[in-house]
Structures are given as structure tokens and as C-alpha cells.
């Protein structure tokens, strides 16, 4: 059973990064057959896909447009966990932020199968 | 980006009825969609993939159909722990994008 367990502040101040982290049990962050993603939701903008980073013999890295500038995601092999870094943030990044594994089977259909807990960040000063 | 709508916003409904909720997709996505389901305070969960694949451990009650820009979540004989909000997303190309949801209420 797969499980991802999120950490991280709740409260950012403008301007400044926010920094999550994601830990992975139950399968490892370089498997070749998932990607492993941070998704937020908020009630103006509803779910929005932020990017992923996955391993097919090597490092990749996937952004959404509108945050590319601003962000960083970054696998951990050593403690089996990755992390978001959003830096620059406004009030216009509060939401809900979830850790997720995209998973590619063998039919090649990929899906968010599941799901960390959630972290609320609220950007204020 | 391929911008996803569903329809309707929101529905209610009574025990053991039949609903669906209609997903399009802005353009041609093929099979490649999922549906999730979201209960307040909670993540998203998958309940369907590639259009009509049931994930493991969902109820048969719910079920998807569709190709290409339009796509439908259908659940039978509803249950009370099916009151919940639900979501489509396209996994064709990143960035990947999800619908606004549709909010099924209790009748």
C-alpha cells in the first residue's frame, strides 16, 4: 500500500518560498513506471496541476506554465521523498496543496491513484 | 491547455437513484481520462481511469463511458457515502487539467 505523507508551514509570508515535502512509503520515488506530482486547489482556481518530476533513467522535471518561473521539484533517493518550492508567493497562492503519484501501468494510461493528506498554506503577512 | 467543463455544477439526488455527470474535453483526448471523487476535507480519490476502467476497490455502481471530447460518469443505486463532489481530468498531455467539478447533494 502506498502512502505519502506531507509536512510543511502552513502560513507564508509574501514574497518569501513556500517548501513542502512529501514522503514516499510503500514504493520509490526513482520507480520507472510513476511520476510524482503537486497538485493545489483553491476555490478561484479549482484544481490545478503544478508540475511532477519522475526518473526514466534520469531526472525529469514537467511545470505548469503558469507558476514555471517560480518553481522548483526536487526528488530525494536518500530519504525516498521529494519536495515543491515555490518562491515569489502573493495571497494568490493560497490553497490546498497535495502531493500525488501518477501512475503509468502497463495499459499506459497514467492516473493520480494517490494522494497525500493535504497541506492548507496560507500566504500573509 | 486543454480546458476540461462538466456538467452540471451540481445535482441532488435520492438514495438508489441513477446519475450521470458529462465531462468535455476542449479537444481530443482519446481515452484519456479520469474520474475522482472528493469529500470535503479530503483528497480526491480515483475512482476511474482511460475513460471506463474501474480503479481497484471501487463499487460497481460506478461506471464511465466515452472517446474523443466527451465523456460520462454514471453511478446506479446510489449510496449515502456517494454524496460527495466529482472531478475529470485529462492525462493526454500536461499540464494536465481537471473539470470544476460537479457537487452531488442529498435530495
Known amino acids: 500500500q502506498v502512502q505519502l505523507q506531507q509536512s510543511g508551514p502552513g502560513l507564508v509570508k509574501p514574497s518569501q518560498t513556500l517548501s513542502l515535502t512529501c514522503v514516499i512509503s510503500g514504493d520509490s520515488v526513482s520507480t520507472n513506471s510513476a511520476a510524482w506530482n503537486w497538485i493545489r486547489q483553491s476555490p478561484s482556481r479549482g484544481l490545478e496541476w503544478l508540475g511532477r518530476t519522475y526518473y526514466r533513467s534520469k531526472w525529469f522535471n514537467d511545470y505548469a506554465l503558469s507558476v514555471k518561473s517560480r518553481i522548483t521539484i526536487n526528488p530525494d533517493t536518500s530519504k525516498n521523498q521529494f519536495s515543491l518550492h515555490l518562491n515569489s508567493v502573493t495571497p494568490d497562492d493560497t490553497a490546498v496543496y497535495y502531493c500525488?503519484?501518477?501512475?503509468?501501468?502497463?495499459?499506459?494510461?497514467?492516473?493520480?491513484?494517490?494522494w497525500g493528506q493535504g497541506t492548507p498554506v496560507t500566504v500573509s503577512s | 491547455d486543454i480546458q476540461m467543463t462538466q456538467s452540471p455544477s451540481s445535482l441532488s439526488a435520492s438514495v438508489g437513484d441513477r446519475v450521470t455527470v458529462t465531462c468535455r474535453a476542449s479537444?481530443?483526448?482519446?481515452?484519456?481520462l479520469n474520474w475522482y471523487q472528493q469529500k470535503p476535507g479530503k483528497a480526491p480519490e480515483l475512482l476511474i481511469y482511460a475513460a471506463s476502467t474501474l480503479q481497484s476497490g471501487v463499487p460497481s455502481r460506478f461506471s464511465g463511458s466515452g472517446y474523443g471530447t466527451e465523456f460520462t460518469l454514471t453511478i446506479s443505486d446510489l449510496q449515502p457515502e456517494d454524496f460527495a463532489t466529482f472531478f475529470c481530468q485529462q492525462s493526454y498531455t500536461t499540464p494536465y487539467t481537471f473539470g470544476p467539478g460537479t457537487k452531488l447533494e442529498i435530495k
Open positions: 500525488t503519484r501518477d501512475f503509468l501501468g502497463t495499459d499506459l494510461y497514467e492516473k493520480f491513484d494517490y
Open positions: 479537444e481530443r483526448i482519446n481515452r484519456y
